[in-house]
T-cell receptor, first 113, second 114 residues
């Protein structure tokens, strides 16, 4: 079983619509969750972090976390063609002496104008 | 402030050769992590260093090694290159070695092994 799972997509939405990206994880002890956006040929860019159950909003982005269901989601409101990218869900695996990010394979989002 | 920097941007090597990749973290960040990303997959953790000490190692062979310098910059070394080592190598910096600290990625080094 993969540690972090995402639907690979592509997810296609029309311009102005809400894009909903989902992620599930297996480690019940995880406490920190991140969404990265990666344009083709570029490195991942951190767009949202969430640490407690519920919603966290930042501009057009809302991250949602449900630890009981081991589920994280990212909503993008008023989607724009510039939002077209791969969205990576990452879970922070904390050990006694360090930590590491465990990534899903990413969901490709295409916003059509 | 400058973000994470990596060098070189691109690199072409032949099987069996050795490569050294370099990374400078964001000013004030003391932890550097290395990730490998192959096409179509998410980044895979290779190493974490904090205060010049290795704090974590991923499932990579001993051909991969790294170190961190007193100024918190880091090098990733890969010996006896294989075709399968072709990937985007990413460096990420964070404030500290443990805890819920966000990691910020550099632009990456694209390694091609022929």
């Amino acid at each position: 079983q993969k540690e972090v799972e995402q639907n690979s997509g592509p997810l296609s939405v029309p311009e102005g619509a809400i894009a909903s990206l989902n992620c599930t994880y297996s480690d019940r002890g995880s406490q920190s969750f991140f969404w990265y956006r990666q344009y083709s040929g570029k490195s991942p860019e951190l767009i949202m972090s969430i640490y407690s159950n519920g919603d966290k909003e930042d501009g057009r982005f809302t991250a949602q976390l449900n630890k009981a269901s081991q589920y994280v989601s990212l909503l993008i409101r008023d989607s724009q063609p510039s939002d077209s990218a791969t969205y990576l869900c990452a879970v922070n695996e904390v050990k006694e002496y360090g930590n590491k990010l465990v990534f899903g394979a990413g969901t490709i989002l295409r916003v059509k104008s | 402030d400058a973000g994470v920097t990596q060098s070189p941007t691109h690199l072409i090597k032949t099987r069996g050769q050795h490569v050294t990749l370099r990374c400078s973290p964001i000013s004030g960040h003391k932890s550097v992590s290395w990730y490998q990303q192959v096409l179509g997959q998410g980044p895979q953790f290779i190493f974490q260093y904090y205060e010049k000490e290795e704090r974590g190692r991923g499932n990579f062979p001993d051909r991969f090694s790294a170190r961190q310098f007193p100024n918190y910059s880091s090098e990733l070394n890969v010996n006896a290159l294989l075709l399968g080592d072709s990937a985007l190598y990413l460096c990420a910096s964070s404030l500290a070695g443990t805890g819920a600290y966000e990691q910020y990625f550099g632009p990456g080094t694209r390694l091609t092994v022929t």
